[in-house]
């Protein structure tokens, strides 16, 4: 039988000021290194972290839910001028967020 993953719950947020600003340079760093760097990334790492903040804010820490936030907030964001989408955003800020907390990422375990 398959097991399900776990859902990870975040620590209260102490200080949303610290975290937002890591989150958005953590995201800006990793999106002009994905590709190439471009002007567009630093604002969809501004807007992504804004949506993170203010889920969490709103007292969400559930991952896989600020994820789904994340993914559909974005959706109204115009990535013409970008390699990336709103699912690629999601997934980075997981990865992020999961590596900042010393979770392997790798096969659910």
Known sequence: MVKPIAAI????????????KWLKESLHQWLDREFIPETINETIATRASQIFMRQR????NDLGTLVI????????????ESFYSEFAIANAMSDLILDSLGIDRCCGD
Do not use: S, W, Y
């Open 9 to 20: 719950t975040l620590p209260d947020c102490k200080n949303h000021l610290q975290e937002a």
């Open 69 to 80: 936030a994340i993914v559909t907030e974005m959706q109204a964001f115009d990535f013409r």
């Open 57 to 60: 804010l709103e007292g969400e």
